[in-house]
């Protein structure tokens, strides 16, 4: 089985799961963070990789680290009581413990294995002016992912139509009538 060719792939399937939960008003790739995006939000970064033990198909399996970043925004819980079920830290870290439910055992682009959650954790943000204005959890998983044409698959070899068993030492030509027809696909 082929695997994917460029990462942008795997990627665009990740994020448009994303886009079908319905609480996150804001999604996206990280490091491409919009200004002034409306919360709660989940960024999405493939933050490396290294080569997998086991194979699952492309020319080499990639075991990939990823980070699902879950913010929101401590002014959206403006004159909130800090006592109340909800406030901000609350709130992001249920979406956290949503998100770490959600990655485990999905599947997203060309043959990828399920995802294996690893840990959820606050975060501290480092990148940009907004950093103090949200509350961040980052959820890590695994993913392995398989790369590039797998050296075996041949596009134009033929499908087969029937598969037959001979058992030795009855094989052969002379031992056509003894061979088991073990499967026939419907268009033979």
């Known amino acids: 089985m082929n695997g994917i060719f460029w ?11 994303l886009k079908k939960i319905p609480w996150a008003k804001t999604t ?4 491409e963070l919009p200004d002034g995006f409306p919360t ?16 699952i198909g492309g020319n080499v399996t990639l075991e990939l680290t990823c980070n699902l ?4 925004s401590f002014v959206s819980a403006g004159g909130q009581d800090e006592e109340e079920r909800g406030v901000t ?14 990655i485990h055992g999905r599947q997203f682009g060309n043959g990828s294995a399920p995802a294996v959650l690893v840990s959820a ?14 509350a961040i959890w980052g959820v ?17 070899a033929p499908l ?14 002379e031992h056509a009538d003894d061979y088991i027809l073990v499967v026939k696909s419907e268009e033979s």
């Open 7 to 17: 990462l942008d792939e795997y990627q665009d399937a990740v994020f448009a799961e």
């Open 40 to 55: 709660p939000a989940v960024f999405f970064d493939v933050c490396g990789w290294e080569r997998s033990g086991s194979e």
């Open 140 to 156: 890590t998983f695994t993913q392995r992912l398989p790369v590039g044409a797998d050296p075996f698959e041949e596009p134009d």
């Open 69 to 72: 970043y879950i913010l929101r």
């Open 28 to 31: 996206g790739i990280y490091p």
């Open 160 to 173: 087969l139509k029937e598969f037959w068993l001979g058992i030795f030492p009855d094989v052969g030509p």
């Open 121 to 134: 954790e606050p975060m501290v943000w480092e990148k940009g002016e907004s950093a103090p204005e949200h």
């Open 89 to 102: 830290e609350t709130q992001v870290r249920n979406a956290a413990l949503k998100m770490s439910d959600w």
